[in-house]
């Protein structure tokens, strides 16, 4: 993976960063200091740009390419929409990454060191600063969950029918094994011989 000073001409943003949405929370200003202390890496297939259980500061923004998350050796989704953000809890919870970002084609991301925004933007000096980064990590989580609550809403709803389906199967084999069954007719009554005289 190689790094790069992200160079860009001020008041002028590149498209993909255009397209996301949580970057409106900026003003133009703001979001030149956003780029300025940002960093470019180039990343070839199987490069880790975020390390289970690392620490660190940046958030990212997809450019190009098409990146996976993994936990352990498992895969738990994808990143290939230009323009998507990961990596933005860092900013809230200072803790170990979760999970594991690896570029599973060739990918260009944007790295924003956000600990970097904030000596540059010290809390007490700058409040309308943190309160826009903290906006626009606000939108990301916001965007986050309501895709969780849908994919959620989607695998219950996928459940249901299956079991409804399952329910469904287990009546009809039982009405079929009543049907196979052969009917017991009751025996014939002993007959009492008859004398003839």
Do not use: W
Not at 8 to 37: G, T
Not at 63 to 89: D, H, N, P, Q, Y
Request: proline share 5%; net charge neutral; glycine share 4%.
């Amino acid at each position: 993976m190689k790094e790069f000073a992200y160079i860009h001409d001020e008041k002028h943003s590149p498209s993909p960063l255009r397209a996301v949405p949580a970057l409106a929370s900026f003003s133009d200003d703001q979001l030149d200091d956003v780029l300025n202390s940002s960093s470019l890496l180039q990343c070839e297939p199987g490069d880790h740009i975020i390390k289970e259980g690392s620490i660190d500061s940046r958030i990212y923004v997809l450019l190009s390419g098409e990146l996976e998350v993994r936990v352990g050796s498992k895969k738990v989704a994808s990143i290939t929409r230009i323009g998507e953000v990961f990596g933005e809890l860092a900013l809230v919870n200072h803790d170990k990454r979760l999970a594991s970002v690896i570029a599973s084609t060739k990918a260009v991301c944007l790295a924003v060191d956000q600990k970097f925004l904030q000596d540059i933007h010290p809390r007490e000096e700058d409040p309308d600063f943190h309160a826009a980064l903290y906006e626009f990590v606000a939108r990301l989580v916001v965007r986050k969950l309501e895709a969780t609550s849908k994919r959620l809403a989607d695998v219950e709803r996928e459940l249901r029918l299956a079991q409804e389906a399952l329910a469904h199967a287990q009546a009809a084999r039982v009405d079929s094994v009543k049907l196979k069954r052969p009917v017991k007719r009751a025996a014939p009554a002993p007959r009492t011989p008859v004398r003839v005289r």
